[in-house]
């Protein structure tokens, strides 16, 4: 591993692996070890290193190393050397579509072959995309974003459009000069070739491309779309220059490389643009950030003396990594000795550390804001337990309260039921008590009135003897009758003292059970008012049941004054048959008086008669 450290960026490279050294020797005696080219892809590299080898590398997950994934040997080609064997092929160009799950090969025999990244099962191995293929040594290879496309160019003028998908050719067209480099649309539906004299813009139609731009750039060896592809970026020797694929005005041309552009890449976001050099000078231009005199400023650059790079890939964060060639066997960057993958290969990463920092700032952002979130969610989980142990005990509070409702309902129902039977008894007592008074005044009435009629017929013959003795004993039956009216007026009002002081007791009887049920209601009110506050909803059904209660007991007041009129009214007859069974005694007893006066003076008149006879005789 070698890092430098600039003012503000970061170099790291990763050394070769000690599998590498154990790789058959090349086919061809003399051939020279090299490597290139190089592509990145999620999670980490690849590299054609020769002879007849793409090494797949990832990087590890505790520290910045990278570890060898698999080797994926190259298939002979179909060309033959003079001993009749089948010549290697080498790898001029890779790309990686964009799922990250593919990688397209291009070879110096003019053949293209699709490498999955991520295999179902098995070992990771090569196919063949198609058997056609150019004539001259392939120049340039351009994958699209978003479709299944590819589209190389070759030194023999032409352009080939392929579907990796298929496997067909799309279509083509050739140019009578040497194309010297591509690049592909998003879209699919443009592609750029750059010759010795013009940049071209290409549309894609349905009967074949055609060139609807040229843009001023001489010896375009390098062009790249940008990811949006609103941009075209393009090399010539030294300068770089991007293009507004819209009105197609250039927008910028970067000068600061002092050897030949050999790679160009945009950042994912497009905002910066990686180039490098062969006389090993990697820049991070920020695009849109001027400085005073109006050029563009490099984000990060990075020199390494000694170096000669071939290709260049702009990873997240600003991180570049960079494959070339070692000019001697070690060189001194920063008291720092440089380890090539083979004896003349090297792979640089290069990673600017403010942005490293701002990527470390947002993990922390992200974890703070992770535990923020748990700790939401724990105080929410906490919350909706105490609501829900909360709920509970409201409801809880709430059965009980049902309950007690319920209970004091069926005090109520009892008392109630309570008070019915004993007014009830009163009132079958109070019946019993008239019809036995009915009863015994008629049997006295009758019996009065059967003497009376047998006295009226007694003394009917005696009548006219009576009548003149009568009017002599009415005045002394005045005077006795005065007095014994008297003693009945006295005997009348201890009765009428007597039957008010009963009635008094009634009333008051009456009272206490009017009493019982108003007292009930208060307590039940008291309870119904404490309950009130927590319990105003649940207690509306409720209070219809109590304003139907108060209705009832309206009914049974009014039931009440009803009967206690009655009793009344039976009270006033029960006077009047008294006061009427008080004359009918007194006419009895004057009845009776009247007999025995008229017995008396029978009595006598027989003696004066019995004298008389015997004063005659």
């Not at 020279?32 to 090494?55: D, H, K």
């Not at 820049?283 to 400085?291: A, E």
């Not at 942005?355 to 929410?380: P, W």
């Not at 309260?401 to 109070?430: G, P, S, T």
Request: with cysteine.
């Amino acid at each position: 591993m070698m890092s430098v450290e600039f003012d503000r960026i970061q170099l790291e490279t990763s050394v070769t692996l000690p599998e590498l050294t154990s790789l058959p020797s090349p086919s061809l005696s003399g051939t020279q070890q090299f490597l290139r080219p190089l592509v990145a892809y999620g999670p980490g590299l690849a590299c054609f290193m020769s002879p007849e080898t793409v090494v797949l590398f990832q990087a590890n997950d505790d520290s910045k190393d990278y570890k060898q994934m698999g080797l994926v040997k190259v298939p002979p080609g179909s060309l033959q050397d003079s001993d009749g064997k089948n010549k290697s092929q080498i790898v001029v160009s890779m790309c990686v579509s964009l799922s990250g799950d593919s990688l397209v090969i291009a070879t110096d025999q003019k053949q293209l072959y699709i490498l999955h990244l991520t295999p179902q099962g098995g070992e990771i191995g090569m196919e063949p995309i198609a058997v056609t293929g150019h004539v001259g040594p392939v120049s340039g290879l351009a994958v699209c974003a978003r479709c299944p496309i590819v589209a190389s160019c070759s030194l023999d003028g032409s352009v080939h459009v392929w579907s990796y998908k298929t496997r067909l050719l799309e279509t083509s067209i050739v140019f009578a000069e040497q194309c010297l480099s591509l690049a592909l649309h998003p879209s699919a539906l443009f592609f750029a070739a750059g010759f010795s004299d013009k940049l071209r813009y290409f549309s894609i139609l349905v009967d074949g491309p055609r060139c609807s731009r040229q843009l001023p750039v001489c010896a375009c060896h390098e062009v790249v779309f940008s990811h949006g592809g609103h941009l075209l970026s393009a090399a010539s020797e030294n300068v770089v220059h991007v293009f507004c694929c819209v009105t197609f005005n250039c927008l910028i041309r970067l000068h600061g490389h002092t050897g030949k552009v050999s790679g160009l890449d945009w950042r994912q976001d497009d905002q910066r643009l990686g180039t490098v050099s062969l006389d090993g000078v990697i820049f991070l231009w920020n695009l849109w950030q001027k400085s005073e005199d109006g050029a563009s400023l490099q984000a990060s650059e990075a020199e390494f003396k000694g170096f000669c790079f071939h290709s260049l890939s702009v990873g997240p964060v600003g991180t570049q990594y960079a494959v070339g060639e070692v000019a001697s066997e070690a060189v001194n960057v920063k008291n720092k000795v440089a380890r090539s993958l083979q004896p003349s290969g090297v792979i640089v990463e290069v990673v600017d550390s403010q942005e490293q920092m701002v990527v470390d700032l947002r993990k922390q952002l992200e974890e703070v804001l992770s535990q923020h979130s748990e700790q939401l969610q724990m105080r929410e989980t906490m919350c909706g337990q105490q609501k829900r142990k909360i709920t509970e005990h409201f409801l809880h509070e709430i059965k009980n309260l049902n309950r007690q409702c319920q209970i004091l309902k069926m005090e109520k129902e009892q008392q109630q039921q309570k008070f019915e039977e004993e007014m009830a008894d009163i009132v079958d007592k109070h019946i019993k008590e008239v019809q036995k008074l009915e009863s015994i005044h008629e049997q006295r009435s009758l019996k009065t009135h059967g003497e009376a009629e047998r006295a009226r017929k007694e003394l009917a013959p005696v009548h006219e003897l009576c009548t003149s003795l009568f009017a002599e004993a009415q005045k002394k039956a005045q005077q006795e009758l005065e007095a014994v009216k008297q003693h009945f007026q006295k005997e009348l009002q201890l009765n009428i003292i007597q039957h008010t002081k009963e009635q008094e007791i009634l009333q008051q009887r009456l009272q206490e059970q009017e009493e019982i049920p108003r007292l009930a209601e208060e307590d039940v009110d008291m309870e119904i008012l404490e309950i009130k506050l927590n319990m105003e909803l649940q207690l509306k059904n409720k209070q219809e049941c109590n304003i139907q209660f108060k209705s009832e007991r309206d009914l049974m007041r009014m039931k009440c004054a009803q009967m206690q009129q009655h009793a009344d009214e039976q009270a006033f007859n029960v006077e009047q048959q008294g006061m009427e069974l008080q004359h009918l005694q007194g006419i009895k007893e004057t009845h009776e008086q009247i007999i025995r006066r008229a017995t008396v003076f029978q009595a006598r008149i027989n003696r004066v008669a019995h004298a008389f006879t015997r004063a005659t005789a």
